[in-house]
């Protein structure tokens, strides 16, 4: 497979993998709060909507460290699908930390949540990832 091909699939995987992770997200947020939401007619189609809305957010803001990771996944051509979970989920946690996240009206556990579900969806974003281009890092060489 030729370099050029070898980054677009690379790239067709972030992508997938952001959506992956901006639905485990979005699910995971709403889910406290399901029958309520359900109950007053929200269609199915505005959960889509919120991921579509958080897909963008989450590639932009975990970009360069993902590329720093994948860049060196690829070069060392590590294939463990649980290295891909691991780091999708730690790259997620420690962005967590350094984003703003509201803590001043809400109590701890609410941040607490937050990020156990930001590490969730990093997971997820990790396992997507390795399974569109994780599996065969490496294979350029």
């Not at 993902?66 to 060392?76: M, P, Q, S, Y």
């Not at 607490?112 to 969730?120: D, G, M």
């Not at 997507?128 to 281009?133: G, K, S």
Request: hydrophobic share 60%; proline share 5%.
């Amino acid at each position: 497979m030729s370099v050029v091909a070898r980054i677009l699939v690379m790239f067709l995987a972030y992508v997938l993998a952001c959506v992956a992770a901006s639905a485990v997200f979005t699910i995971g947020t709403l889910t406290p709060h399901w029958d309520d939401l359900m109950s007053s007619g929200l269609p199915p189609a505005a959960v889509w909507a919120i991921v579509a809305v958080g897909t963008p957010i989450i590639g932009a803001v975990a970009a360069l460290p993902t590329a720093l990771v994948v860049a060196i996944a690829e070069g060392f051509a590590w294939r463990s699908v649980i290295l891909y979970a691991v780091l999708g989920g730690a790259l997620a946690l420690a962005l967590s930390y350094g984003l703003d996240m509201p803590g001043i009206a809400q109590p701890d556990t609410y941040i607490a949540n937050e990020r156990h579900l930001l590490a969730a969806s990093g997971i997820a974003g990790g396992l997507v990832y390795w399974l569109f281009a994780g599996r065969s890092a490496g294979s350029w060489k």
